[in-house]
């Protein structure tokens, strides 16, 4: 299983643009590595018939997997199936954020006005957010525990197991769909612009980027895409924690743990597939498994297509 670190899937525009620089946040509920906390993850076209699109999304070397949810790389953003385009500088998806000073200067430029952590009690205090100047911040613990479990691994198929039925438990856990929907409301009903995270801003993070996109009806592909875009995004990150692994636990622990690292499109099918089985779509996931209301789901739209 050597090779496996080469197997993460990459979106269908792999042409590595940005350079990323390692930070110490992991993605997905790792065990200890080197004696310090492996901390728990989370996971177009032209836009020139908008008058009010932004800039693509600024590259932070500090904080590898941030971006606008609207991007779709370079000059592109992502359009519903009719055609609309999701407006930048609405809503950014991110890794823990603990941006250098540099990297908090760039996010001051971009008015973020709250800004939504995702993570456990122990994942908070292990690594507190930055704020950009002027963002209230708000903790919606979405796991409900006061730390991320580490699960028993053996192989990498369990750790592929581990992850996919972690996207189920986002649509049949009800603790889970409940904190959800107070996130959405909240969002619904919070400033211009806004961001969410989780630690690694993948799998939470993945989860609410795909229901935000869905509710709009963005093509399923697309939204498999911007999931992805973790694994390039956190390349470099990535390889140097399966090369730690290594060192610390050997080759076949180190290639077990190695999918918990990056994302999988079978991780977001899961998820995507268990609210079809449970709910018949998306759509009914959002209305009668999230409960949320006509009122808040056309905020979100609004928000999202401006």
Not at 95 to 107: E, I, K
Not at 278 to 286: E, K, L, N, Q, T
Request: charged share 15%; proline share 4%; hydrophobic share 40%.
């Amino acid at each position: 299983m050597r090779n496996m670190k080469h197997k993460l899937e990459q979106p269908a525009s792999l042409m590595l643009t940005r350079r990323r620089v390692l930070q110490g946040t992991l993605g997905a509920w790792l065990l200890p590595i080197a004696g310090g906390a492996m901390l728990a993850g989370c996971g177009g076209g032209s836009d020139s018939d908008s008058d009010h699109q932004l800039a693509a999304t600024p590259v932070l070397a500090s904080v590898p997997n941030f971006r606008d949810l609207a991007d779709a790389e370079g000059a592109s953003v992502y359009r519903t199936a009719k055609g609309k385009a999701l407006q930048r500088g609405v809503f950014y998806r991110s890794n823990a954020l603990v941006p250098s000073a540099a990297d908090l200067a760039t996010l001051n430029t971009l008015d973020i006005g709250a800004v939504y952590d995702l993570r456990t009690m122990s994942e908070v205090a292990s690594q507190p957010d930055i704020l950009p100047q002027g963002a209230a911040y708000t903790n919606i613990n979405i796991m409900g525990s006061s730390s991320a479990a580490s699960p028993g691994i053996s192989t990498a198929e369990d750790a592929i197991g581990y992850m996919e039925n972690l996207n189920r438990m986002m649509v049949t856990d009800a603790g889970y769909r409940e904190r959800l929907a107070e996130l959405f409301t909240a969002m619904a009903d919070g400033p211009h612009a806004q961001l969410y995270h989780c630690t690694a801003g993948k799998d939470r993070t993945g989860w609410v980027s795909a229901v935000l996109m869905s509710l709009v009806d963005v093509p399923q592909s697309d939204i498999m895409q911007n999931y992805l875009l973790t694994n390039k995004y956190t390349a470099a990150q990535i390889e140097t924690q399966h090369q730690g692994m290594i060192a610390a636990y050997g080759q076949a622990y180190a290639d077990a743990y190695y999918p918990l690292l990056g994302v999988q499109s079978s991780f977001l099918h899961a998820g995507l597939d268990q609210a079809s089985e449970s709910y018949g779509s998306m759509s009914g996931y959002i209305t009668n498994g999230l409960g949320l209301s006509a009122s808040v789901q056309s905020a979100l739209t609004d928000r999202l297509l401006g």
